[in-house]
């Protein structure tokens, strides 16, 4: 890091090729230039009462409650994983971790025809699920939480298996010397050191969660109260009451900023 | 981090420069009928997809000099298009109320077809639906149209006719969403056009719904006003209204305008 710094302090602005700093120029105002559009937009005065209308509540409270669930089965199957993937050879390791960040390079649409034709009424699970226990997934909040975990997990297991594979393994190996158990020293000592990448995995992978869209309108459907998260009542909202749309991207925006700014340090916990 | 300083004016100056070189607006209308080969772009409600397709064919077969270009989408997310600037020559509606929203930017809106409400199903007809007072039952999962999107708002009216009330398990965001739902099996029954369940596949059938409670879904068709082909956007709607265009239609289960 302080090597390119050093390097980068010998370019002084005459030195910048305008080969780059037009098309960088350009660059940054193609991704800022919306955001202003939507700020603009806006209508302040109106803000507070669109937040507040019932539809938006409801959103607002479902798409809290979506991603939270997210998060939690991300938490508990994904680090699991993420610790397999660091610390033990197996064959077909590399396949599994392709398979597990698929989602991410996925189009969210597919990944919900793809949920329907496995976790649907006929689908491949989900036709067992509904002979065996009677639950059916689509159009459930359940099913809103799935659709929305499929593409956010993979962002905690890739952050997480990058903080295993950076922390100091001396502790855990001290550890278990001093004859602390597999379990103690994860509690213990693993997850106290990489409780960092950790926190940043779990905060990815909730903004991810919060902004879903595809996978779930196409999985698990739009129902006001059940299924309708943010994006779902944004994308709706556009075409009836643009200042309803405009509010909840604003507190989408809001949340993806905060959630950046508290990780700008911990973006990439191995550099 | 890498961090060249740049002297601090140059590149929002350099973005503004060229933002104002993209920005200049479209040069005025060319002299009609002469020049470049002309392309006309009709924004018109999902449901036309198939009809309208036939219809541009036989469009540029007429008028070899003219483009048909199809922009097909739920017809309140067309409105806001247009509403917001897209450069559509014709706008085809599946209800008169997204017509009316842009009611200022189009000439003489016109009615060309009609259509009606049916009950999709799965093919075979397995729960035993026989009406709109069946979709009240505790066993079935039911779709609907958004309320924001025509289809859903006609289903309304349908259900309220019939004085039925529906607990749906998803409002669609379009019409086709809610036939696939039903084609997949996800849900047993939706209230679509009867030519979705013509377009739907071996899957699904249509339950009729009883003229008493059913909606006629009216397709009004009009010339953008800021259309530079004036001349070849008329020829179009004047297709889509002639008794060839009609006849088109009526292959596809539209119904021709009630008289009125």
Not at chain 2, 186 to 204: H, L, S
């Amino acid at each position: 890091m302080t090597g390119i710094a050093r390097r980068g302090r010998a370019g002084s602005a005459a030195g910048v090729p305008l080969l780059f700093a037009v098309p960088a120029a350009l660059a940054v105002g193609f991704l800022a230039i919306p955001l202003l559009g939507l700020l603009e937009q806006t209508s302040w005065r109106q803000l507070a009462s669109e937040l507040t209308a019932p539809q938006a509540r409801l959103a607002l409270r479902l798409s809290l409650v979506c991603s939270l669930g997210a998060v939690a089965i991300s938490l508990l199957l994904g680090v699991p994983l993420a610790w397999l993937l660091a610390r033990v050879e197996f064959p077909g390791r590399n396949l599994v971790r392709a398979l597990t960040t698929l989602p991410m390079v996925l189009p969210p649409v597919v990944g919900g025809v793809a949920l329907l034709l496995a976790f649907g009424r006929r689908g491949l699970v989900g036709q067992w699920l509904d002979r065996a226990f009677g639950v059916t997934l689509p159009f459930t909040t359940m099913g809103a939480v799935l659709a929305e975990a499929f593409v956010a997990m993979p962002f905690l297991v890739i952050t997480t298996e990058a903080g295993l594979r950076a922390m100091d393994r001396r502790f855990e190996d001290a550890a278990a010397t001093l004859g602390a158990g597999r379990w103690t020293t994860f509690r213990r000592v693993t997850l106290p050191l990489i409780a960092p990448s950790l926190g940043a995995g779990a905060a990815l992978c909730w903004a991810r969660a919060l902004g879903e869209f595809g996978a779930t309108i196409t999985f698990a459907g739009n129902l006001p109260g059940s299924t309708q998260t943010m994006p779902l009542a944004v994308y709706l909202a556009l075409e009836t009451d643009l200042q309803a749309a405009i509010a909840l991207s604003l507190v989408l925006l809001v949340v993806s900023l905060a959630v950046l700014i508290a990780l700008r340090d911990r973006w990439f916990p191995t550099a | 981090m890498v961090r060249p300083r740049i002297r601090s004016a140059a590149a929002p100056l350099l973005l503004v420069a060229l933002l104002a070189a993209g920005c200049g607006r479209d040069a005025g209308p060319p002299a009609g009928g002469s020049g470049p080969p002309a392309e006309i772009k009709v924004f018109a409600a999902a449901s036309l997809t198939a009809a309208f397709g036939k219809l541009g064919e036989q469009f540029t077969a007429a008028h070899p000099g003219t483009k048909v270009v199809f922009n097909f989408a739920g017809s309140q997310a067309l409105a806001t298009q247009i509403r917001q600037g897209a450069p559509a020559d014709v706008f085809a509606a599946a209800d008169t109320r997204n017509m009316d929203k842009v009611a200022d930017q189009v000439s003489n809106p016109q009615s060309f077809a009609s259509n009606l409400l049916q009950i999709i199903v799965a093919k075979g007809n397995p729960k035993g639906i026989r009406g709109l007072e069946d979709l009240a039952r505790k066993d079935l999962k039911v779709v609907l149209a958004a309320p924001e999107v025509p289809a859903g708002r006609y289903s309304k009216e349908a259900l309220d006719k019939a004085g039925v009330t529906v607990r749906p398990v998803s409002l669609e965001d379009n019409v086709k969403a809610a036939v696939s739902k039903v084609s997949l099996g996800e849900a047993d029954a939706g209230i679509v056009y009867v030519t979705d369940v013509t377009a739907g596949g071996d899957k699904v059938e249509g339950v009729d719904i009883p003229v008493e409670q059913n909606v006629a879904a009216t397709y009004p068709i009009a010339l953008v006003k800021a259309s530079r082909y004036q001349e070849q956007a008329q020829q179009f709607i004047d297709l889509v209204r002639s008794p060839e265009g009609q006849q088109v239609l009526e292959g596809y289960g539209f119904l021709p305008v009630p008289a009125s």
